[in-house]
């Protein structure tokens, strides 16, 4: 696992975001009815568990005997076991109890779960409808900003009902995000029956297909991948010296060349296309030498 980054317990998907969650982000799975919204969110709880991180359950649907007992028809009678050692902390709500929700949220967790960098769940995210979308967008970014300070967030966003059209109250939260992943069920019962797709990932490359998964007993949500599917996303370093002999010729641009060089190792340890970045890393020389010497 790389540093800064925080494991989903999603089989097969942390090697289609570069190895997980970056820390402190909010993370928001997105679907219709039935898709595994709140299977992936108890599995990105139970993954932290185990390996003795806190966690953070907000429910604005499922009481904490809803969750056990959900836990344990899918196979996880450990969460009960987390919920007695105070590692887990449930806390159930109804929608119409956030008078202030970028108040309320936060404080809430604070309260609740004192620990710092703990995963926070919020199953679904509900807020008021009775508020402009100007005052939406200001209350919902202060409650992303805030739950950041206190931990890697996943939150639960249910679709719209016609799964095609988003409106700009639901499409809100997916801007301030920092990761979106949409789960779909088709309900035919094919392989591409229930389909994940990464829509947005932060600062990472990530895998930009159509992968199957498939809710199983005992494990949760596994996304079927193909070694070639996940070769697409893995850097290449064949061109290595490539980058370098591009680095060599901007060291006499002094401090225009070290910031160029940085951006350019930045673009080597990402590089995922098997094309030759030959012409590329010419071009971006070729333009960043242009004016060079009038400011740095």
């Known amino acids: ?67 056990i007992r959900d836990s344990r028809d899918i ?28 108040l309320d949220i936060a404080e809430m967790v604070r309260k609740t779960m004192p620990d710092k960098d703990m995963r926070i769940v919020i199953d679904p995210l509900t807020y008021p409808t009775f508020y402009s979308e100007k005052e939406k967008r200001k209350s919902l970014s202060t409650i992303f900003q805030d739950l950041r300070t206190l931990g890697t967030a996943v939150i639960v966003l249910e679709e719209p009902a016609d799964g095609n059209h988003v ?26 029956d229930r389909t994940l797709r990464i829509m ?16 199983e007993n005992g494990l949760g949500i596994v996304i079927h991948t193909s070694e070639k599917q996940v070769e697409r996303i893995r850097p290449k370093n064949k061109f290595d010296d490539k980058f370098v002999e591009a680095i060599e010729k901007t060291k006499h641009m002094g401090i225009s060349g070290e910031r160029l060089s940085a951006r350019m190792e930045s673009l080597r340890k990402n590089w995922t296309s098997d094309e030759d970045p030959s012409q590329i890393l010419k071009l971006v020389i070729k333009e960043e030498t242009r004016g060079y010497g009038k400011k740095t």
Request: proline share 2%; no cysteine.
């Open 1 to 67: 696992m790389k540093k800064g980054r925080v494991s989903t317990g999603i089989y097969g998907l942390d090697e289609l975001i570069n190895e997980g969650f970056r820390e402190n982000t909010i993370n928001i799975v997105r679907g219709g009815t039935g898709v595994g919204k709140t299977t992936f969110a108890l599995q990105y709880s139970l993954f932290g568990l185990n390996r003795d991180e806190k966690v953070l359950y907000v429910s604005f649907e499922m009481s904490q005997e809803q969750i």
């Open 75 to 102: 196979g996880w009678k450990d969460i009960e076991y987390h919920i007695e050692k105070g590692n887990l902390k449930v806390i159930h709500l109804f929608g119409e109890d956030l008078t202030f929700p970028s």
């Open 167 to 192: 409106n700009e109250g639901s499409a809100m939260p997916l801007y301030l995000a920092d990761t979106v992943i949409h789960l779909q069920n088709l309900g035919f019962g094919e392989m591409y």
């Open 200 to 215: 947005k990932h932060r600062g990472s490359k990530h895998g930009e297909g159509l992968y199957p998964y498939s809710i």
